[in-house]
């Protein structure tokens, strides 16, 4: 399905939120709260794209990355880096481990719409009931 998006996010607060933000405008999220059931979900979802948190219990998000990176069956999905501690260098580290793109933390709506619309090709998506 194109609309179907696996958020990686042990914080459950941000996973709702995220997933709130990405249904309204049509995405069918789902959500995984660790870096091994988000690889399970990837693999047996076949998402249109990935939201990685980079620091999850388990796992780090960005290792987690290269290894579906390194999965051809895996490796055409987009995976967007989430990271809490906006740093210099993030970027850069993000994009190296094969992330398509990077959000800092707190995400806001217009941000994460306008990133996963981009990826995916779908039209600027219009914002209801804001
Ligand atoms: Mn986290």
């Not at 091994?36 to 990837?42: N, P, R, T, W, Y």
């Not at 069956?73 to 989430?82: G, K, M, T």
């Amino acid at each position: 399905m194109a609309n179907k998006v696996v958020c990686i996010e042990d914080n459950p607060q941000n996973s709702r939120l995220i997933r709130k933000m990405l249904g309204s405008a049509g995405y069918h999220v789902i959500e995984a709260g660790d870096g091994a059931s988000g690889h399970e979900a990837v693999l047996r979802e076949r998402p249109a794209l990935i939201l990685m948190d980079v620091n999850l219990p388990d796992i780090d998000g960005l290792e987690l990355t290269q290894r579906i990176k390194a999965n051809p069956e895996l490796q055409h999905i987009p995976v967007v880096a989430l990271t809490a501690n906006a740093m210099y260098g993030d970027r850069e580290r993000c994009l190296a481990a094969g992330c398509n793109d990077y959000l800092p933390k707190p995400v806001t709506k217009s941000m994460l719409l306008s990133t996963v619309a981009s990826l995916l090709g779908d039209a600027a998506p219009t914002v209801a009931g804001s």
